[in-house]
């Protein structure tokens, strides 16, 4: 069965430090990932998109990672600010979209 | 702003009345989407249009009934809701990708909708 599980589901950190939110998928076959930021009253807006062969993605203060053979992602924030706090998916995309149900970051000042 | 406007961003209904949502996109995509978003699940595919035509329908009940008239407007229809169709409605837009699969949605702000 194609599922996408994130873990954390929720986690508290203080404005500064780094936080590293994780994503697992049981899908197959694989065409590319996506993490999504979707602050509280808004629609979902895309961070990354990382493909098979691609290992790392940047985007400022996000990084995110691909292992493509353990099936992970991870999405590192690093010295996150008060902005930070909203809900991070993952989506990976197989031949539908199969999205996680999300990890809820709050920062603190 | 994405350039994906949700009308209204709230609403508060009875299970015998009948409403609708709308949905406009301002990016020149081909490809519209509605999900239902549920608290501590992923989100739920529920209607796809391509080029103005339905090309995907997940089993949604027949309380939901979308339409498209244009490639920058969507509707969703409600009628006789139920308690359990309280959730956040969103709307999302695309290019349709000339090779299959999903290039990047593009969301709205989303409806909240509360059943009583």
């Known amino acids: 069965k194609n599922q996408v599980e994130q873990s954390p589901q929720s986690l508290i950190i203080l404005e500064g430090k780094n936080c590293t939110l994780q994503?697992?998928?049981?899908?197959?076959?694989?065409?590319?990932l996506r993490w999504y930021k979707q602050d509280t009253g808004r629609g979902p807006v895309s961070l990354t998109i990382m493909t098979f062969s691609e290992n790392t993605k940047s985007n400022g203060r996000y990084t995110a990672t691909l292992d493509a053979d353990t099936k992970q992602s991870s999405l590192h924030i690093t010295a996150s600010q008060l902005s930070d706090s909203a809900s991070y998916i993952c989506?990976?995309?197989?031949?539908?979209?199969?999205f996680g149900t999300g990890t809820r970051l709050q920062v603190f000042p | 702003e994405t350039g994906v406007t949700q009308t209204p961003r709230h609403l508060v209904m009875g299970m015998t009345n009948k409403k609708s949502l709308k949905c406009e996109q301002h990016?020149?995509?081909?490809?519209m989407y509605w999900y239902k978003q549920s608290a501590k699940k992923p989100l739920e595919l529920m209607f796809v249009y391509s080029l103005e035509e339905r090309v995907e329908n997940n089993s949604v009940p027949s309380r939901f009934s979308p339409e498209c008239p244009n490639s920058s407007h969507l509707f969703l229809h409600l009628h006789t809701l139920q308690p359990e169709d309280s959730a956040l409605y969103l709307c999302?837009?695309?290019?349709?990708?000339?090779?299959?699969?999903?290039?990047?949605?593009?969301f709205g702000p989303g409806t909240r909708l509360t059943v009583l």
């Open positions: 994503c697992n998928y049981t899908v197959s076959p694989f065409s590319n």
């Open positions: 989506v990976v995309h197989t031949d539908k979209l199969i």
């Open positions: 990016l020149g995509h081909n490809a």
């Open positions: 999302a837009s695309s290019q349709v990708p000339t090779s299959g699969g999903y290039n990047e949605q593009f």
